[in-house]
């Protein structure tokens, strides 16, 4: 069975920094595209920025110049820097991955980590 865990939300400041993780567990053969998603309070969730697995990475224009996605092959984590915090960042952030367990490979989601951004 596998697991996506994130870590690293919280409360900052305009301004401010935050490193979320995602490390995946279980039963893994190998972890293709590593994703984050957000959703903001009475919004849909909305793909932020992704990383394959190897290396290449693609972002939401929003979020281009302050996030950087990046991933440790190694761990089967992945990491979503987020620089210069705005208050429209302020939203649950979710891993999704793509991961193949067998022959076949199927999404994955964590459970989300919540980050605020205060004025």
């Known amino acids: 069975q596998v697991q996506l865990v994130e870590s690293g939300g919280g409360l900052v400041q305009t301004g401010g920094s935050l490193r979320l993780s995602c490390a995946a567990s279980?039963?893994?053969?190998?972890?293709?595209?590593m994703r984050w998603y957000r959703q903001a309070p009475g919004k849909e969730r909305v793909l932020v920025a992704t990383?394959?697995?190897?290396?290449?990475?693609n972002y939401a224009d929003s979020v281009k110049g302050r996030f950087t996605i990046s991933r440790d092959n190694a761990k089967n984590t992945v990491y979503l820097q987020i620089n210069n915090l705005r208050p429209e960042d302020t939203a649950v952030y979710y891993c999704?991955?793509?991961?193949?367990?067998?022959?076949?490979?199927?999404?994955?989601w964590g459970q989300g980590t919540q980050v605020t951004v205060s004025s």
């Open positions: 999704n991955a793509d991961i193949q367990t067998g022959i076949t490979s199927r999404d994955y």
């Open positions: 279980g039963t893994i053969f190998r972890i293709n595209f």
């Open positions: 990383v394959t697995d190897t290396g290449l990475t």
